[in-house]
T-cell receptor, first 110, second 113 residues
Framework: GQQVMQIPQYQHVQEGEDFTTYCNSS?????IQWYKQRPGGHPVFLIQ?????EVKKQKRLTFQFGEAKKNSSLHITATQTTDVGTYFC??????????FGDGTTLTVKP | DAGITQSPRHKVTETGTPVTLRCHQT?????MYWYRQDPGHGLRLIHY???????DKGEVSDGYSVSRSKTEDFLLTLESATSSQTSVYFC????????????FGQGTRLTVV
């Protein structure tokens, strides 16, 4: 079946440093979504990417979708303590069904 | 938050007993999902539904069954709970259209002793 691999599993940074998490699919995706889950909370939707090579920005967050639509990345510039949490990618082969990566847990030291 | 609620929020049950978790939505969305979340495994799909009485298995469906008799309710049943089913369970609904955003419930923490 479809597999979505996400690395790294954990990332510890000093406040102000950058952070990147990577997502790789074994198959070509129709779209990829990113979610953030704060400690003790539930996943919250961040963004959806659909087009090959697409790049979207949300303030300090930059999302990219690879040219082959099999990989994606989330980059956070100048991390803040509010960025703490687990970031998940979710790759969709078809409408209505996505496979989540295992997530990258980010901790930020003030 | 989208209109999605899970009940109960916490439950402790004994091995071998049946357990039912409820997910209720007020959004009238077609797609509903049950996931379990365990450390190091992210969110794994148990079952999902694409309409009333239309359900399908996910990647970790063994030991679980679901029912959807109304658009707003999606029930997850552990037929005979085992300790390996101790987990946090999330229900989700997905919006239709170009951006199929998933909204998650608050989660149910289930402990099987």
């Amino acid at each position: 079946g479809q597999q979505v691999m996400q690395i790294p599993q954990y990332q510890h940074v000093q406040e102000g440093e950058d952070f990147t998490t990577y997502c790789n699919s074994s198959t070509t995706l129709s779209n990829i979504q990113w979610y953030k889950q704060r400690p003790g909370g539930h996943p919250v939707f961040l963004i959806q990417l659909v087009k090959s090579g697409e790049v979207k920005k949300q303030k300090r967050l930059t999302f990219q979708f690879g040219e082959a639509k099999k990989n994606s990345s989330l980059h956070i510039t100048a991390t803040q303590t509010t960025d703490v949490g687990t970031y998940f990618c979710a790759g969709a082969l078809r409408a209505g069904k996505s496979t989540f990566g295992d997530g990258t847990t980010l901790t930020v030291k003030p | 938050d989208a209109g999605i609620t899970q009940s109960p929020r916490h439950k402790v049950t004994e091995t071998g007993t049946p357990v039912t978790l409820r997910c209720h939505q007020t959004e009238n969305h077609r797609y509903m999902y049950w996931y379990r979340q365990d450390p190091g495994h992210g969110l794994r799909l148990i079952h999902y539904s694409y309409g009333v009485k239309d359900t399908d298995k996910g990647e970790v469906s063994d030991g679980y069954s679901v029912s959807r008799s109304k658009t707003e309710d999606f029930l997850l049943t552990l037929e005979s709970a085992t300790s390996s089913q101790t987990s946090v369970y999330f229900c989700a609904i997905r919006t239709p259209g170009e951006v199929t955003e998933a909204f998650f419930g608050q989660g149910t923490r289930l402990t099987v002793v």
